[in-house]
């Protein structure tokens, strides 16, 4: 089946985002679509065609509304951002019978009602997973994945650049001023931080989120929003001496009289989940009167984050122009023409690191036997932690715990084995696996 | 538009709060689909009419094959589980044109890729969010969320029963058996707890995750699965003075050689988020290339929990069937005609608890002044701290920090410019709200 044709308005951080990701995954991207997903036209002001490498292949106009007049573009995605032109551009697309993808939280808090109707005169999909949480499917789970609840509230970390501030205020004991202009010197934080640290930026994300929670329409203008500029590093310290953490959460709360809507700093218990999303990461927690609470953790921002999001979208358009409904989103997420045979790995042939408890005599050389078998077999110790015996247990026989460096399971098994075979151990080895589940 | 009529097959806990979720949230379901959402016809052995108001209103058979041959029912929930007569009833469903929504990890597990074959034949859905972690809609985000990204690998905290007694272990220092016996006294764990504890539950989910991110059939049968009985509490505080919790995780990794899935308890660092999912909660972290982590946490298991993964995909099969392609999902989650026009809370309306640091000059009588105001405010005060002044500023200012329980913000915006007006105290209030988001 042909490409599904995409013209593209933007090529900064998000558009190029978008770009590589759908240049380098794209044989996997056309596994799950059904179909290939290709940028035939862009559109920007400028852009640095060394960070996108194949954009030589792609017609580049500094017209926008050329790429949303042009007969050959099915869906149109808008990485602009701000109000004007990209309201225009928008309304033109759907005008045109042209699906859309947007990142712009501004945009659909402000002028979402207006866009949606058109769209539903024009019948095309406007699809916006990008304007929350970046990368973390949260619209998705709101809209869909929680649609059986009544949702009673939500809470959302979904700002990087505040939270950013806000963390390192805590970590390092230093002064709001101080870390903004940090964020600034590290890209976090626009030149005009504003829109973030004011709050309006997840003002705007609240806005959204509210509106599918609660079925009600978009409304920008009811949101009470606080920024982080008054919070000292001695607020930060004085909450923390009282079991707290200062986030600047967006909220919004069903309650009998009305809904509440705002975005503030805000004082939450450590020991939730919530409290402990640091640096630029987002997280929205939602509570559902069935489902209870749930939680959504991811990067809020970021070229190849938000762009995660976007294509997103467009493999959900994709699949719903290209599949009979009844097939609209395959069973196991890829085409079933396109499931993969590839070998699951025997556990011999898996690689990890050790946790070892041993049952050691305690008399000296022990250890030296052991490491000596660890050696042998090219397993190197990060740790070694020799304990008194338990109470009740004979006085001579010590557990010694090992945390070995990763390596490959079947030589951790015939160590083992060995170790086993000595006069010295007392007991069959307990092997644990660890795993730094490493995501920085 | 007539509602879409629904077989339930099974009354017990899952298929209990399915129909209770249903009754309970009908308009507001109805709102989202586009049309109502109706258990028509129900079989079960036997059921608890109590605990189901409404159920008289439905004809229930003990029969379930009458249910999924009857010509008016369109969709079949099967929510037995259990290998057979699950499998023959959901493929005689599929066989005379059902869609069919699942909870069943273990018929999934086992018998998906022929499902899912008969299922394509058939040109009908069969929907099975609720097979892994719950009310978490971790199928959706890893299906559609995720399909921007090669999937790297992901790590899941999917058993309830397992990370109940590993928390119990650490958090008390009690032994394996001793709290497995009070997890089955609470009914977390089942009279046989071999498919909890040995890892086979976790196993079948691991199966469906792991396809979904790879794009690879189902094959149960090669996880490797490694239960949580040889741990002792000894291991549980050795891995703590290391720095590592140690949780039963489902892990499956892309190596050049393979792929990696496997059962087992794991030392997991301490600062990662997900070692800090506690009790019967679960969590899933999935590494993609574009997105980098993102992660899902909730309820893996209950009644409503579990029935909100079920109406979510009754109300994604009801999209489909009901609104032309275009419009599948509404864009603010519900229909555009049935947004309401519920209120937005003024600020003074709106109640929540406050940290108050003020500037006041030390000495007596300050305090009962600031307290005698919020008392006749109806304000009560949860903690007070009267610190040192900071360094560099004047001696006898010193900060005192008030947290208060929850009030009308009207109300505490009065005491505040009472308190501002005190001729002891030397500075604005700095004032920020404490949410206790609270999910227990």
Redesign the interface.
């Known amino acids: 089946m042909n490409p599904v044709n995409v013209g593209l308005l933007g090529l900064g951080t998000v558009g190029g ?1 978008t770009f590589n ?2 240049q ?2 794209a044989v ?2 056309a ?3 059904g179909r290939g997903i290709r940028i035939s036209r862009a559109a920007a002001r400028d852009y640095d065609a060394e960070r996108l490498p194949g954009i030589e292949a792609v017609p580049v106009t500094t017209d926008a509304f050329a790429v949303v007049e042009d007969p050959d573009i099915q869906i149109v995605v808008e990485l602009i951002g701000g109000y004007e032109p990209a309201r225009e551009l928008v309304l033109r697309a759907i005008a045109n019978g042209k699906h859309v993808v947007t990142a712009n939280k501004a945009l659909i808090a402000s002028h ?1 009602n207006e866009i ?2 058109a ?2 005169e024009a ?4 699809a ?2 990008a304007a929350v949480g ?4 949260v619209i ?11 949702i009673q509230w939500l ?1 959302g970390i979904i700002n990087g650049t505040g939270n950013f501030i806000l963390t390192e205020m805590r970590d390092k004991g230093r002064d709001f001023a101080e870390v903004l202009a940090e964020a600034q010197r590290l890209g976090y934080a626009e030149a005009d931080p504003t829109f973030d640290v004011e709050g309006i930026d997840a003002a705007h994300k609240l806005t959204i989120l509210a ?9 920008f203008d ?3 929003t606080e920024g982080i500029g ?3 590093r ?2 930060v310290a ?2 923390e ?2 079991g ?1 953490r ?1 986030k600047h ?1 967006g ?1 919004a709360r ?2 009998a ?6 975005v ?6 450590e020991r ?3 409290a ?2 640091n640096g630029v990461m987002n997280a929205i ?1 939602v ?13 809020g921002a970021g070229a ?2 938000t ?6 979208d ?3 358009v994709t699949r ?2 290209t599949a ?11 085409q ?1 023409d ?8 025997a ?1 011999d ?2 690689e990890t ?1 050790y ?1 070892l ?1 041993l049952c050691a005599v305690d008399r000296p050389g022990v250890l030296a036997e052991v490491t000596r078998i660890l050696g042998d077999q090219g397993i190197s110790i990060e ?1 070694i ?1 020799q ?1 008194e015996p ?1 109470p009740g247990a004979a006085p001579e026989r010590v ?1 010694v ?1 090992l ?1 070995t460096h990763p390596v490959q399971e079947g030589r951790m098994n015939r160590a083992i084995q060995r170790i086993e075979a000595l006069d010295s151990i007392c007991d069959r080895v ?1 092997r ?6 490493d ?1 920085d």
Chains 1, 2 share one sequence.
Do not use: W
């Not at 998705?140 to 009544?150: H, I, M, P, T």
């Not at 009289?257 to 705002?262: D, P, V």
């Not at 097939?327 to 196991?332: E, I």
């Open positions: 985002g990701v759908l380098r995954n996997e991207i596994r799950r679509a979402g949606f109707a769209a539903g019948g095309v999909m406007v916006f997973e970046g990368g973390i499917p998705k789970a709101v809209r869909e994945g929680l649609a059986a609840n009544e809470a509106s599918l929670a609660f079925g009600i329409p978009l409304q009811k949101v009470y008054h919070v000292t001695a607020d004085y909450a001496e009282l707290y200062i959460l909220f069903r309650t009289a009305g809904i509440e809507l705002r503030h700093p805000t004082l939450i218990p939730r989940l919530i402990n999303v927690l509570m559902g009167d069935a489902v209870g609470p749930t939680l959504y953790y991811g990067a190849e984050p762009a995660s999001a976007v294509v997103a467009l493999v959900d719903v122009l009979d409904p009844g097939n609209r989103v395959p069973h196991l997420a890829f079933p396109a499931l993969e045979e590839i070998p699951i790995l556990m042939a898996i690191a946790y408890r740790a932690l304990k338990f557990p715990i945390l307990v644990l696996r660890v795993e730094y589940l995501v």
